[in-house]
C-alpha cells in the first residue's frame, strides 16, 4: 500500500537533505513534485491544495534552531501534517456495552462480509472476548453461507435465522447473545451496488431499535474518490463512527486513506491488509505517515511479533544459539513462528529506512519457505539434531524425500552452517544476541 506515493514523497524530501536554508525559491520544485505525487496517489484535489500550503507556510514561517537541520525540520512538518490529514490520532473502538454491538454497513462487494470475520478474529486476540457473528444479509445469494463458513475458520459462532426480518433478527440475535455471555456481536447487514433508500431504511430502523456502539462503514480503497461520496451518502443518514478500508493491500496509490478523514470528519479505524483472516489491522495516523515517508513502523512490527511469537520458545532458541547448541529443529520450529507474522516482505517494508536498503522490493517467494520446511521435515529427528552427519548418501534420500534436487540440499545446510558460525561469533563478541 501507498507504495507509488511514499516512492515519490521521499525521492522529493531527500532533495533538500543538503539545503543549508529554507527558501520560497529551493523549495519550490519540491512542493511541485509532492503536490503532482499525492495528485497521482487520487488524493482530493481540494485536499491536496490545502495541505501544500499549509506545509509551505510551516516551512517559510518555522525558526530552525541550530541543532536541527533545515531538510530535517521540513521532514518533520512534512510527516506532522500528513499524520493531520490521515487523522491526527487514532480513534478506538467503543466496546462499553454488554454485549458491546458492532454493526457493519457498505455497498456490495466492499468486503463487508470478510471485514466482519476479521473484526470479530482481530477483537478475540486483542481483548480475549467472546464475539458472535450475526447474518443480516438476507437479499444478497450465499451471503448467510458465506458468514457460516468464515464462522467454521475462526471457530466463532453465527447466529441466522436464514431469510428472515433483518431487524428481528439482529434483536433475536442480542438476547441470545446477553443469555449465552457474548461480550460483542457483530451484526453483517445487506448491501447494495448504490445507495437507495429502501436500504438506508432499513439500516436506519435496525440501528434505532438495537443502539450499536460502533456503525462501521465498509469501503473498498480501491473505489477512489467515488468512496467520500458513498461515505457522505451513508453519514446523512446513519451516525457512522469510523470505516474500514478494505484492499488496501492491493492499491499502491492509497489515495482514499488521505482524503477520507479531512472531507468527512469519519474517522478510519481499521485497514484490511491482506485476503486473510487475520488480515486486518487498527489504524494509527502517525504510523501511517511514518510508512509512508520511509521511517518504518516498528511498533506494529513489534506488536506482530508479541501476537505471533511465542515467547518462552524464543528465549529457549536465543539461549540455544548463545551456547552454539541450534540445531535444525529449533530452525524449523523458529521458521513456523515467523510465518505466523505474514509475508516477509510486508515485514520488512515496517523497518525504518527499508526502501534506502532494498528491502521494501524484496520478494520471498512462499514456496521458497516451504522448500526449507519441507527438506528439514524429509530428514530423522538424529539428522536434524545432528546436521554434521548428512553426507551424500543422506542427501540423496533426503532429497528424495521432499522431491527437491541434492543442490537445494546442500544448499540449505551451507546457509544453516554459515548462519551457526555468525551466531557464535556474536556471542563470542559481546556474550549475548543483539535481541
Known amino acids: 500500500m501507498f507504495e507509488s506515493l511514499g516512492d515519490r514523497l521521499q525521492n522529493a524530501l ?33 485536499v491536496v491544495k490545502e495541505f501544500t500550503q499549509t506545509v509551505k507556510e510551516k516551512a517559510l514561517g518555522e525558526e530552525v534552531q541550530k541543532s536541527i537541520k533545515p531538510g530535517d525540520l521540513f521532514v518533520k512538518i512534512v510527516k506532522d501534517e500528513l499524520t493531520e490529514l490521515l487523522g491526527g490520532e487514532s480513534v478506538p ?14 455497498l456490495q462487494g466492499s468486503g463487508k462480509t470478510t471485514a466482519l470475520g476479521k473484526l ?3 477483537l478475540r486476540k486483542k481483548h480475549a472476548k467472546k464475539p458472535l457473528l450475526v447474518a443480516c444479509d438476507v437479499y444478497r445469494p450465499a451471503a448467510i453461507d458465506q458468514l457460516i463458513q468464515i464462522g467454521k475458520q475462526l471457530n ?40 437507495d433508500l429502501d436500504l ?24 477512489g474518490q467515488d468512496a467520500i461520496n458513498v461515505i457522505t451518502g451513508f453519514n446523512e443518514k446513519l451516525p457512522l463512527t469510523g470505516v474500514i478500508l478494505t484492499k488496501l493491500d492491493g492499491d499502491t496509490r492509497g489515495g482514499v486513506a488521505l482524503s477520507v ?12 491488509v491482506s485476503e486473510k483472516l487475520d488480515g486486518l489491522d487498527s489504524f494509527d495516523p502517525e504510523r501511517m505517515a511514518g510508512r509512508i515517508l520511509g521511517m518504518g513502523d516498528i511498533v506494529s512490527l513489534v506488536e506482530k511479533a508479541q501476537e505471533a511469537i511465542d515467547e518462552k520458545e524464543a528465549e529457549k532458541t536465543a539461549k540455544k544459539m548463545q551456547q552454539g547448541k541450534f540445531d535444525l529443529e529449533d530452525f524449523l520450529s523458529t521458521l513456523k513462528q515467523i510465518k505466523k507474522l505474514g509475508p516477509l516482505e510486508n515485514l520488512l517494508k515496517l523497518i525504518p529506512g527499508a526502501s534506502k536498503m532494498g528491502l521494501s ?25 545432528n546436521p554434521e552427519i548428512i553426507k551424500a548418501s543422506r542427501k540423496t534420500r533426503i532429497a528424495k524425500g521432499c522431491g527437491l534436487s541434492v543442490q537445494e540440499v ?26
Do not use: C, W
Not at 532533495?15 to 529551493?26: M, V
Not at 441466522?160 to 461480550?183: L, M, Q, R
Not at 512462499?366 to 522448500?371: S, T, Y
Not at 546442500?410 to 544476541?433: A, C, E, P, T, V
Open 120 to 122: 470479530a478474529n482481530f
Open 200 to 223: 438506508m431504511n432499513e439500516l436506519v430502523e435496525m440501528e434505532q431499535e438495537i443502539h450499536p456502539q460502533e456503525v462501521l462503514l465498509v469501503i473498498d480503497a480501491m473505489m
Open 14 to 46: 531527500h532533495k533538500i537533505k543538503g539545503y543549508g536554508k529554507i527558501t520560497e525559491e529551493n523549495i519550490g520544485d519540491m512542493m511541485r513534485e509532492i503536490r503532482l505525487a499525492l495528485l497521482e496517489a487520487d488524493v482530493n484535489y481540494q
Open 410 to 435: 546442500n544448499k540449505l545446510l551451507q546457509q544453516f552452517d554459515q548462519m551457526k558460525k555468525m551466531m557464535k561469533q556474536i556471542s563470542k563478541g559481546n556474550g549475548r544476541l543483539p535481541f
Open 93 to 106: 473502538l467503543h466496546l462499553n456495552g454488554d454485549p458491546a454491538i458492532l454493526m457493519l454497513v457498505g
Open 156 to 195: 466463532v459462532e453465527v447466529y441466522e435465522e436464514g431469510k428472515g426480518n433483518p431487524v428481528d433478527i439482529s434483536k433475536h440475535a442480542i438476547s441470545y447473545a446477553k443469555e449465552n455471555g457474548y461480550d460483542y456481536v457483530l451484526v453483517d447487514t445487506a448491501g447494495r451496488l448504490h445507495i
Open 261 to 272: 478523514r479531512h472531507l468527512t470528519q469519519v474517522p478510519i479505524k481499521f485497514i484490511g
Open 361 to 385: 522490493n524484496i520478494k520471498i517467494p512462499p514456496k521458497q519457505m516451504a522448500h526449507i520446511e519441507a527438506i528439514i521435515l524429509s530428514m530423522t529427528p538424529l539428522e536434524r539434531k
